[in-house]
Nanobody, 119 residues
Framework: QVQLVESGGGLVQAGGSLRLSCAAS????????MGWFRQAPGKEREFVGS????????VYSGSVKGRFTVARDNAKNTVYLQMNSLKPEDTSVYYCAAGRVPLLRFDYWGQGTQVTVSS
């Protein structure tokens, strides 16, 4: 059974940093893309960034490019979202997801972790 478990959320002041983790288990993810999404109250879910597990290729949304970094640790089967220069508009629940290459959809989702950025 595939499980994605996020951690690392919390409250931070604007300009600060947080690192989210997504511990993946239940299968090997070599042929998967791991994505980070976020959803604020009253808003649609938004793509943040992703990483292709086998070669580390990353993609970012324009709103976070240059501030956020997605990385993976193969030995720990964990994906990270390093968030720097945080803004109040980054406040959301952040979700980790996994989708098989070639990516048609993200099949597996974590439960989410809350990130709140105060001004």
């Amino acid at each position: 059974q595939v499980q994605l478990v996020e951690s690392g959320g919390g409250l931070v002041q604007a300009g600060g940093s947080l690192r989210l983790s997504c511990a993946a288990s239940g299968r090997t993810f070599n042929n998967y893309i791991m994505g980070w999404f976020r959803q604020a109250p009253g808003k649609e879910r938004e793509f943040v960034g992703s990483i292709r597990w086998n070669d580390g290729y990353t993609v970012y949304s324009g709103s976070v490019k240059g501030r956020f970094t997605v990385a993976r640790d193969n030995a720990k089967n964990t994906v990270y979202l390093q968030m720097n220069s945080l803004k109040p508009e980054d406040t959301s629940v952040y979700y980790c997801a996994a989708g098989r290459v070639p990516l048609l959809r993200f099949d597996y989702w974590g439960q989410g972790t809350q990130v709140t950025v105060s001004s």
